[in-house]
């Protein structure tokens, strides 16, 4: 045992450069779990500068002085922001409560699909067991609807902090803009100044993490508009919101699309029944997301490492365990940027075997 342990640590470990970023990943990492809510504007911040300096590159290859093209890229970003709080959030919210209202209706139309079952299939369903899905479904609506009517006066504290986040947000993410150099200068003075192993390691991470991240915020806004837009057209209620659960679908491939193809269908079907306006938009959703996954994402994600099926669906369980929410939502990115970071980990060649032949 002590013989492959120390053939691992000469393999993985045998670089000084190595010891020093195992023990800032592990020192990052306990700081975003002890201080991740406290620290979440900076975090965000944090991210939003690094999706918006792709945009800033861009500009400044283009001829654009930084200065401009920093101010440009913010004031379209805070535009943006803008726009969302008072314009998409009033509308989401008016459609979640509207939702909330016609849930009854829904669950007595549901309600009636489900006794036909045991007519239909009667030696795979029963009444008994059709009643108690219908008492735990409703029991569950009952207690979501309940949460909604209550939410304005239970949630005025966290609505407070998240009117100083959104106040910090623009400003962190400003300064994160305009001093990037000198806050990155100011970290890489922290660390030994012959950093080659380092500097290879930030380059790959910096390129799959680039890429990924941006190409995810395009693809958001891209198959989140494009649903508004078809979901529109055909009547769909509840355009918006159900555009914005397809957008942020993708953040999580396979699990994101089959999660949100639920709560489509069903409006779909209480809205139009099963008739051809179903059809229609369920025809229309599945070629949003067969474009999506064949065409979109192979031209957004050229060159990044894609992610094996397994590999995503224990990043969403291990991420999604440890931060919840925030895990899932990150749990793509953060697997990306480890295997950027394994990929390119000095690997020691060990000329020796570890165990000799015959145990010995």
Known sequence: MVRILRGLAHKYFSDDEAVILFLLLIFGTLIVILFGRMLAPVIAAAIIAFILQGLVTKLTSLGIPEVVSIIGVFLVFLGTLIGFLFGLLPLLWTQVTSLAGETPRIFREMQTYFELLPQQYPNLISIEQINNLYQQVTSEAARMTQWLVSFSIASIPDLM???????????????????????????????????????????????????????????????????????????????????????????????????????????????????????????????????????????????????????????????????????????????????????????????QPLIKPGGK
Not at 216 to 239: C, D, N, Q
Not at 277 to 288: A, K, P, T
Not at 301 to 307: H, I, K, Q, Y
């Open 161 to 351: 902090a998240l009117l100083i986040y959104m106040v910090l947000l623009p400003i962190l993410v400003f300064f994160f803009l305009k001093d990037r150099s000198l806050l990155l200068g100011s970290i890489s003075r922290l660390l030994p100044h012959q950093r080659p192993m380092m500097v290879r390691i930030w380059n790959e991470v910096n390129l799959q993490c680039a890429n990924y991240v941006r190409g995810k915020a395009v693809e958001i806004l891209i198959v989140g508009g494009a649903t508004y837009v078809s979901f529109k057209l055909l009547g769909m209620p509840y355009a918006a919101l159900l555009s914005l659960l397809v957008g942020i679908s993708v953040v999580i491939p396979y699990i994101g699309a089959a999660v949100v193809t639920i709560p489509v269908a069903m409006i779909g079907l209480f809205a139009f029944g099963w008739g051809s306006q179903f059809i229609w938009v369920m025809v229309v959703y599945g070629v949003i997301q067969a474009l999506d996954g064949n065409v979109l994402v192979p031209i957004l994600f050229s060159e990044v490492n894609n992610l094996h099926p397994v590999a995503i669906i224990v990043a969403v369980l291990f991420f999604g365990g440890i931060w919840g929410l925030w895990g899932v939502f990150f749990a793509i990115p953060l697997a990306t940027m480890l295997k950027a970071i394994f990929s390119a980990w000095p690997v020691q060649n060990v000329s």
